[in-house]
């Protein structure tokens, strides 16, 4: 049986700066591999109600999974990322590679169920794009007991 704890956390100053950074990183790379997906869905669509005359010159690539998504995890850890439309530089290196998987892993959760629906076949609606207000969790999939310290 899985056991799942969930903890109420006082972090100190430091601590709430750091983790806000790490929200702010995984929030992009949430809405980076998002807006990959989308990209994807739009370049290898093809409406019910029309058929295309001319094949599509771009060449059709792979569908984005979790696994081609997560291996670039180590590659984007080696440098300062800029975000395009901000000019801010992300060290990706500062947050635990667990954390980023997860996110990878909730990307991938909410377009499958978009594309395939759930268990009764009915389909839940667009994934969107997370803004501050809307992403503030992250998963620490290899806590351990010792992390914790009781006073």
Not at 94 to 111: N, Y
Not at 114 to 136: H, L, M, V
Request: with cysteine; proline share 3%; net charge positive.
């Amino acid at each position: 049986m899985k056991t799942t704890y969930q903890y109420k956390f006082y972090p100190n100053t430091n601590q709430k700066l750091e983790l806000n950074e790490w929200l702010r990183i995984c929030r992009y790379w949430y809405n980076r591999q998002l807006g990959d997906r989308f990209d994807w869905w739009d370049m290898n669509r093809t409406y019910v109600n029309s058929c295309p005359l001319i094949s599509s010159i771009a060449i059709a690539r792979d569908k984005p999974n979790y696994y081609n998504q997560k291996q670039q995890l180590p590659i984007i850890k080696k440098d300062l990322v800029k975000v395009f439309h901000s000019g801010e530089l992300l060290n990706f290196s500062r947050v635990d590679a667990t954390v980023l998987q997860g996110v990878t892993k909730r990307v991938d959760e909410s377009f499958e169920r978009f594309i395939k629906g759930d268990a009764n076949g009915s389909k839940s609606g667009k994934p969107r794009f997370k803004s501050e207000a809307n992403f503030k969790t992250m998963t620490f999939a290899t806590a351990s007991d010792n992390w914790i310290k009781l006073r």
